[in-house]
């Protein structure tokens, strides 16, 4: 059964949009999910840190998004594990 260890919703405050740039993720046991919304991107990967905050999780996922550290996934499966966790 898969344990959902923490979810996160934010604005980076990027300017993809006229609204920033909007982004959810989870964690999954050592799996990262995260789905910019902004610019419809979705990915993931694994992590052996165990995050605490939402803030360390918001901080994770940008460090990986923006050193491509993460591999593609498909939309329905981003949003099955941010919904299902």
Known sequence: MNHKSLATRWNTGRQYTNKGQSIEAVQVNEQVYFYDR???????????????????????????????????????????ALRNG
């Not at 995050?51 to 939309?75: A, K």
């Open 38 to 80: 902004s610019r419809m991107i979705t990915g993931k990967f694994e992590t052996t840190v165990r995050v605490g905050t939402e803030r360390e999780l918001q901080e994770l996922v940008m460090h990986m998004y923006d050193n491509v550290g993460y591999e593609s996934c498909s939309i329905s499966e981003c949003e099955e």
